[in-house]
């Protein structure tokens, strides 16, 4: 017996894989023709290539160690092609050291083995060695290819490294390698990744013979922005059909994703249709996925609810579905279709989808359903992962019980910094700010280290809540502990001290800052805005764009209301340029703040034309539109927009109803007014708030309507009806109407209004009839109860006592 057959036998007794007592017996018969003694070594051609798939499968090191080791014995070591395979399974199996050596063994100047190297390396995850591999190639001047170039790009962009990924491109120029549809697919994707979709677009032109991979690549950069420069995803891909080339999968989901981001629905729609004559991707699991998200970022649940009806449905498609409708606000209709799910379709959720319908829960505050949720994880015996914790926690706290979320944190055996953050907001939801800075003391003490999420949390609560001190407080907690390097953290902290009404405070964040960007222009702006400083929004808004700072939909429409705020229409018409050369046009809600604007300037013509040229409107357009017409008292036109949405099924909402109230109001039209107040819960279920009976009651007080009036307001179920009692009360001193006046006053006096017109406006009807006595007395007890009205003044006023 050979000492080579003594050490197979002795390594598959040693190893229990059967895999590798097989792949030994193999490596014994091939090695065994092998040695360095035998006389025909250099005439045997052995199929080196045979011999790798003894490689494939070894999951074990120390026993691809021991094939290394016999290898190495009979001489092979040198081998190029055994070696390649070696490293592979060596760089796959997480042991870089070993694949270095092995790669310093078989390495020459042949540039295929570098290539090799790379795509193993770059394979097994190690990006940054296929980059050492790129320099020592350039450093021993060994030249590189094709593919060389697209794997080292892939892996600048794996490790999100554009300096040196321009410096690749540069060499791919250099080589006229950039037109290649490999180099040129990398370079989009590096591109893409930091947004750069210019340098994209420029770098897909140049592709001479572009194939799927490349218009693909093209479409799936343009899914990464939600900028309004993705629409020229669509024209790639009518291209890419006008050449011939099918539309795979791939590219379909890219597609439907940058629709849903520009709630393009019916492009979306085409798309849909496409895949459907096509059979592209049938009962494909992603793609249907994908279907059922873009239509609910579009707002058409129906649709996506319909998809998921002619379908087996997974349970991503479902968490898709009620994900969109949580974000859209949509959250009773999230949770109606969980049992659709459980019992019609039969898909079993996953924590993913408890936690979609327990955050629904907790926007409306339905406790009792989070709680029998909660019971069925006890009932099946489903385990509390940190996920379903978390949502869990949420709601109680949402719910104000605060207790129970106290409670299932404390029962977690291990807690996270993802967990305590959901404990410190929900303190902080329920006004319990010393609770939430005791637990970050807590969370610190027990080792947990807070994160940028903790911070920011505890800033946007403070911020929310006006708390300066606090919120001073816990800046300093930021410079402290380092969170201060982190440009979100300094954006929160320039926003809380706006939020305050420090904007000094906040500028001198802002100022200093060295790595400004949008959302560091952007709250700046607003914190200008909200404190009455629209000059300076104008202001920042400009300098901005000297920075190289591209405005998005929220910084343009912040521009917008300060220079509608300033009565600036040259600037309102820049601005609109500035749109419409950026294609920013389709954008939603740049263009209704755009209606808005040029309707508070004065020019509802513009308003109008803006309007009627948009291809898509949305429910805020409409309103804004309406509420133009309003502001100018084209009353009859409000009525005409507000059928016209009914016959295209745009269903309204608070703000549609109290304009349209508003404007029959003041136009006088009862009937119209009762009709629209009445079908708001009898066709749109919207509930009236109190905007909306107080609009009711001002149509029917301008119309004389005064018993219809009060009888109203009776049967309102408002908990607080002095305000448009006293709306009612002002309508009868206008019409005579004494004796309900009087009836008015003393439901009012009854329950003791807490605010000092209401006082004055009774007196008033007491001396418009001469019962002086009765003015005494209420003059009395407007004193009694302390309240004390200021005497009005002017802003030209204010602004010289400022001055002086």
Same mark, same amino acid.
């Given at each position: ?561 300060? +220079?509608?705020? !300033? =009565?600036?229409?040259?600037? /309102?018409?820049?601005?609109?340029? $500035?749109?419409?050369? @950026?294609? #920013? %046009? ?110 009711? +009651?001002?149509? !029917? =007080?301008?119309?004389?309507? /005064?018993?219809?009036?009060?009888? $109203?307001?009776?049967? @309102?179920? #408002? %908990? ?85």
């Amino acid at each position: 017996m050979t000492m080579l057959s003594i050490l197979v036998r002795n390594f598959a007794g040693n190893t229990s894989s059967k895999f590798n007592k097989v792949a030994l017996l193999k490596l014994s018969r091939w090695l065994s023709g092998s040695t360095p003694n035998t006389n025909s070594l250099s005439s045997k051609k052995h199929n080196f290539d045979k011999s790798a798939l003894l490689f494939q499968g070894c999951a074990d090191v120390r026993f691809l160690k021991k094939i290394h080791a016999n290898v190495f014995t009979h001489g092979l070591c040198w081998d190029v092609i055994l070696g390649s395979k070696i490293l592979s399974c060596y760089a796959n199996l997480g042991a870089l050291h070993e694949s270095r050596l092995v790669f310093q063994k078989i390495v020459n100047d042949d540039i295929s083995l570098w290539n090799s190297a790379m795509v193993d390396y770059f394979r097994a995850g190690y990006p940054e060695e296929v980059i050492i591999l790129y320099k020592r190639l350039k450093l021993n001047q060994i030249g590189f290819n094709g593919k060389t170039i697209t794997f080292v790009m892939k892996s600048c962009t794996e490790l999100k490294n554009l300096y040196l990924g321009k410096g690749v491109h540069a060499d791919s120029l250099k080589l006229a390698l950039s037109g290649n549809k490999f180099v040129g697919s990398s370079l989009i994707g590096l591109y893409s990744k930091f947004s750069k979709m210019n340098d994209s677009r420029g770098v897909f032109e140049e592709i001479i013979n572009k194939d799927i991979v490349a218009y693909t690549s093209m479409i799936t950069g343009y899914s990464e922005t939600v900028d309004s420069i993705a629409w020229n995803a669509f024209e790639i891909a009518t291209d890419m059909l006008q050449n011939n080339l099918e539309v795979n999968r791939v590219t379909l989901v890219s597609l439907l994703q940058i629709a849903g981001n520009l709630g393009a629905l019916q492009e979306g729609k085409s798309l849909h249709c496409y895949s459907i004559r096509r059979a592209i991707g049938v009962s494909d699991d992603i793609l249907e996925t994908s279907i059922v998200n873009f239509y609910t970022r579009c707002g058409a649940y129906q649709s996506a609810a319909t998809v998921l009806q002619n379908s087996k449905g997974t349970v991503a498609s479902w968490n898709a579905l009620l994900s969109g409708l949580n974000r859209a606000g949509q959250n009773f209709n999230a949770i109606q279709y969980l049992p659709v799910m459980l019992h019609e379709h039969k898909v079993t959720p996953d924590s993913v989808t408890f936690a979609n319908v327990l955050s629904a829960c907790a926007e409306l505050c339905y406790f009792c359903f989070a709680a029998s949720i909660h019971a069925y994880f006890i009932r099946r015996f489903i385990p509390m992962d940190v996920v379903l914790t978390t949502a869990l926690i949420e709601v109680y706290t949402k719910c104000t019980r605060v207790m129970r979320s106290k409670y299932l944190f404390d029962q977690l055996i291990i807690k996270d910094v993802v967990s305590y953050n959901a404990m410190i907001y929900g303190y902080l939801q329920n006004d319990m700010a010393n609770e939430a800075t005791s637990l970050l003391n807590y969370m610190m003490a027990e080792g947990v280290a807070p994160d940028f999420a903790t911070v920011l949390s505890l800033l946007a609560a403070f911020a929310d809540q006006r708390d300066l001190v606090r919120g001073r407080w816990i800046h300093g907690f930021a410079i402290r502990h380092g969170f201060c390097s982190d440009v979100d953290v300094e954006n929160q902290i320039l926003y809380m001290y706006s939020a305050c009404g420090k904007i000094a405070a906040a500028r001198a964040i802002f100022d200093p800052l060295e790595k400004k960007n949008l959302v560091s222009w952007t709250a700046m702006m607003k914190g200008c805005l909200s404190n009455g400083h629209a000059d300076e929004v104008v202001q920042l808004f400009q300098v901005m764009q000297k920075y190289g700072e591209k405005p998005d939909s929220v910084s343009l429409v912040t521009a917008v209301q300060a +220079v509608s705020d !300033l =009565g600036h229409l040259n600037g /309102l018409k820049q601005i609109h340029c $500035f749109v419409y050369r @950026s294609l #920013l %046009e389709k954008d939603k809600i740049t263009a209704n703040s755009l209606i808005s604007a040029y309707a508070k300037c004065g020019k509802l013509d513009l308003s109008a034309g803006l309007f009627f040229s948009l291809k898509y409107r949305n429910l805020d357009t409409w309103n804004a539109m309406i509420s133009a017409y309003a502001m100018h008292g084209f009353h009859i036109n409000v009525l005409e927009m507000f059928k016209q949405m009914e016959e295209e099924n745009i269903q309204p909402d608070e703000l549609t109803f109290s304009t349209v109230l508003t404007a029959c109001s003041h136009a006088g039209l009862v009937k119209d007014g009762w009709r629209i107040f009445n079908s708001m819960t009898s066709v749109y279920s919207v509930l009236p708030q109190e905007e909306h009976y107080g609009c009711m +009651v001002d149509l !029917l =007080g301008r119309a004389g309507h /005064l018993e219809d009036g009060y009888k $109203f307001i009776k049967l @309102s179920t #408002l %908990e607080d009806k002095s305000t448009i009692f006293c709306a009612l009360l002002s309508a009868c001193r206008t019409h005579g109407n004494t004796r309900l006046a009087h009836a008015i006053s003393k439901e009012l006096l009854e329950h003791g209004p807490q605010n000092p017109g209401i006082y004055a406006l009774i007196s008033e009807v007491y001396a418009q009839e001469g019962q002086w006595n009765e003015v005494a007395n209420t003059k009395a007890r407007a004193d009694l109860s302390g309240l004390k009205k200021h005497p009005g003044s002017s802003l030209i006023e204010s602004m010289e006592q400022g001055m002086s």
